[in-house]
RNA sequence: GUGGUCGUAGCUCAAUGGUAGAGCUCCAGAUUGUGAUUCUGGUUGUUGCGGGUUCGAGCCCCGUCGAUCACCCCA
């Protein structure tokens, strides 16, 4: 058995957690497209120079990465950004601005797999690109809200964390801090609230800095700060502004963002970030090496801590409840009670499938009893049975267990015209 | 990449160094044209893998793989 496992970091789908994955694609896609964005997909692998050149060389170790076989050196991709912003600055004018573009796909990180963190994992990312104003900002933090709603989290069980990165770097410049020390002072920043602070203070003094004029700084940096004004007003017009806590130590690791960044995190449960992102407006000119300079901002939602968060909040649950009866199972089950009949049954289930019905049927002999198990385990509302009354059926609604006896010509338009009812029966009182 | 804990049937878990088990699931029958419940029977293991100690190892030791936790990192 221990050969057949899967690789280290990676998962099977089996069909209980493939339901669970559609759903939240499904929920993802209707959201990110009730707010305009449009979908893309980027390749799986790339090169390994498309994420040095964003994020330098020692960001390799964090890379799915090898020699193909004419020994070039490509990476699964850690994030779908880079390609993003490959994908929009070659094309860009065939696009009208602003770019209000969505993906959803596997990302991998060789990384050490944990709780909430595997190989290879699902995001979901929403970017936009083409528009510096902070009215964008704020669409991406609604959207990220919206889809957090849309599951069924509700505002007692999540936040967004914002800031600003010019908040630092506007810091740094007045306490004359050297800019070859903006992502190590960011880096500190990042874990300031996890390490010791006689550790943080040392690191500090290191660059000129001390801890308690940084917390200083954090303090100050409230909802009031010019910073976040034209922000604030917008998300307050929206009624969107109580999901939001202004916290200056989010920074986002240390890669490509420019201003605004954001995170998305539960409130009950301390699991790492549901989602986060920021503003990169840099990028595409780093990309396209100066040819095109197009504002951007983004974020990106994983599934795997989605996921935990989502199995530990009851208010998530009934949405998903709902999803997969309405997924999973069929809506009739054909009845072979008299085998002679099996083909004109065959030549039914063909005829309903074709009318679009979800169906099923026992493909091997089975006795009656067993065949309407089945049809039970599958949560189908009809069994049409097909015995010694052919060219008659029996139409039985499994829910009110009434049962009627029909032409087969006329089953096909009476099957899709009792679906088209609502469901009535005990169980569903 | 570093350190701690853990690894027994499909799942959840038992088993003083002395014959590998239970519950659930699954399959079949009781029930030959109608779903529940119940009862009966049955399948599934190189005890993650490989070495070592021992008369004897699921148990002790070493290694390895995997899971998990803390680091690291979080593009």
Redesign the pocket.
């Known amino acids: 058995?221990?050969s057949l496992?899967?690789?280290?970091?990676?998962r099977d789908f089996f069909p209980e957690e493939c339901a669970m994955r559609n759903y939240i694609f499904d929920t993802w896609r209707s959201i990110a497209r009730r707010y305009g964005f449009v979908e893309y997909e980027a390749p799986v692998v790339e090169t390994t120079d498309l994420?040095r050149k964003?994020?330098g060389d020692e960001?390799?170790?964090?890379?799915f990465c090898f020699k193909d076989k004419a020994d070039r050196e490509i990476s699964l991709r850690?994030?779908v950004?880079?390609s993003l912003a490959r994908m929009a600055t070659t094309r860009h004018r065939d696009f009208k601005k602003p770019m209000k573009w969505f993906q959803i796909g596997s990302c991998f990180?060789?990384?050490?797999?944990?709780?909430?963190?595997?190989?290879e994992f699902i995001q979901f990312n929403a970017d936009i690109l083409g528009d510096a104003s902070s009215g964008t900002d704020a669409e991406l933090i609604a959207l990220s809200i919206d889809v957090m709603l849309a599951f069924g989290i509700l505002g007692e069980d999540f936040a967004i964390r914002l800031s600003n990165r010019q908040l630092w770097t506007q810091y740094l410049e007045d306490q004359k801090v050297p800019v070859e020390h903006t992502a190590t002072f960011l880096?500190i920043v990042?874990?300031i609230e996890?390490?010791k602070p006689e550790e943080t203070a040392t690191k500090l003094s290191a660059i000129g800095l001390t801890l308690e004029n940084v917390r200083a700084f954090m303090a100050a940096a409230d909802e009031n700060h010019p910073a976040f004004a034209a922000l604030r007003a917008d998300l307050i017009a929206r009624g969107l502004w109580k999901y939001v806590r202004i916290d200056a130590s989010i920074?986002?690791?240390?890669?490509?963002?420019t201003g605004t960044v954001f995170e998305v995190f539960d409130l009950k449960h301390g699991l790492?970030?549901v989602a986060?992102?920021g503003r990169y407006d840099k990028l595409c000119a780093l990309m396209s090496d100066g040819n095109v300079d197009m504002a951007a901002a983004g974020f990106?939602m994983g599934d795997v801590v989605l996921g935990i968060l989502l199995s530990k909040t009851p208010s998530a649950q009934f949405a998903i409840t709902e999803y997969l009866n309405a997924q999973q199972g069929v809506e009739a089950y054909v009845?072979v009670?008299?085998e002679a009949?099996r083909p004109y049954a065959l030549a039914a289930v063909q005829a309903l499938r074709a009318a679009g019905v979800r169906l099923d049927y026992s493909m091997a002999p089975?006795?009656?009893?067993?065949?309407?198990?089945a049809?039970?385990?599958q949560k189908?509302r009809f069994?049409i049975?097909?015995?010694?009354?052919?060219p008659e059926v029996?139409i039985?609604?499994?829910?009110?267990?009434e049962?009627s006896l029909i032409s087969a010509d006329a089953l096909v338009s009476a099957v899709v015209e009792a679906l088209k009812q609502p469901i009535v029966g005990p169980l569903l009182a």
Do not use: H
């Open positions: 058995m221990a496992r899967t690789v280290k970091g990676f994420y964003k994020s960001i390799t170790s964090q890379l850690p994030e950004t880079p990180r060789y990384e050490e797999p944990q709780e909430g963190r595997t190989r880096q990042d874990k996890r390490a920074v986002r690791g240390l890669a490509y963002y790492r970030a986060g992102g990106a009845v009670a008299d009949q089975q006795k009656v009893g067993k065949q309407f198990q049809a039970e385990n189908a069994a049975v097909f015995g010694a009354e052919y029996q039985k609604n499994l829910v009110s267990r049962q």
